[in-house]
T-cell receptor, first 115, second 114 residues
Framework: DTEVTQTPKHLVMGMTNKKSLKCEQH?????MYWYKQKAKKPPELMFV???????INESVPSRFSPECPNSSLLNLHLHALQPEDSALYLC??????????????FGSGTQLSVL | AQSVTQLGSHVSVSEGALVLLRCNYS??????LFWYVQYPNQGLQLLLK??????LVKGINGFEAEFKKSETSFHLTKPSAHMSDAAEYFC????????????FGGGTRLMVKP
């Protein structure tokens, strides 16, 4: 199994809603990532978890709250989002090893629209 | 700090023609360089990477890239384009002492004409 599975594929939410994005992998990877990709732009790193601990937070607003409940799952909790948060949210995973050994496996993303 | 610049946000080639996608990097330390491909409504897939060793790197789907330190370049090539190569291509860099900290270029959309 070399897949990273993200659900839902599409999500429409209002600015007062609370929703969660989910990501799952069964490759034994101990590093997991959230990226945000605006239309026609490159992905931008949001969060990195290593061994289920948050290791990198790229100054992301607190309305985005990541969670890594176990080594296979990664969630992104959303609350009070703004329309400019509409984007494709990509999850990725990789081994934790020597620099250069890493290979990121990406999910297909959740296309989020905030109304 | 590391960065990559992709020259040309759109490249159009005819089927069977040479594909050349340009990437130049800026890095204060020896970089690790990557090319990723993104098909519509999909995540990113690694095509190839350069870490150390041989400067000509072969990847999947017939793509290859050459690391040229003197030119700070890592251009992606394929001898003969196929319709299925139409996608968005991202060059990325990470410092060799910081693991998976990828910084992506702006992307190049490759269009293949029949």
């Amino acid at each position: 199994d070399t897949e990273v599975t993200q659900t839902p594929k599409h999500l429409v939410m209002g600015m007062t809603n609370k929703k969660s994005l989910k990501c799952e992998q069964h490759m034994g990877h101990r590093a997991m990532y959230w990226y945000k990709q605006k239309a026609k732009k490159p992905p931008e790193l949001m969060f990195v978890y290593s061994y289920e601990k948050l290791s990198i937070n790229e100054s992301v607003p607190s309305r985005f709250s990541p969670e890594c409940p176990n080594s296979s799952l990664l969630n992104l909790h959303l609350h009070a989002l703004q329309p400019e948060d509409s984007a494709l949210y990509l999850c990725a995973s990789s081994q934790v090893g020597a620099p250069g050994d890493e290979k990121l496996f990406f999910g297909s993303g959740t296309q989020l629209s905030v109304l | 700090a590391q960065s990559v610049t992709q020259l040309g946000s759109h490249v159009s080639v005819s089927e069977g023609a040479l594909v050349l996608l340009r990437c130049n990097y800026s890095s204060s330390v020896p970089p690790y360089l990557f090319w990723y491909v993104q098909y519509p409504n999909q995540g990113l897939q690694l095509l190839l990477k350069y870490t150390t060793g041989a400067t000509l790197v072969k990847g999947i789907n017939g793509f290859e890239a050459e690391f040229k330190k003197s030119e700070t370049s890592f251009h992606l090539t394929k001898p003969s384009a196929h319709m299925s190569d139409a996608a968005e291509y991202f060059c990325a860099v990470s410092p060799n002492n910081a693991g998976n900290m990828l910084t992506f270029g702006g992307g190049t959309r490759l269009m293949v004409k029949p």
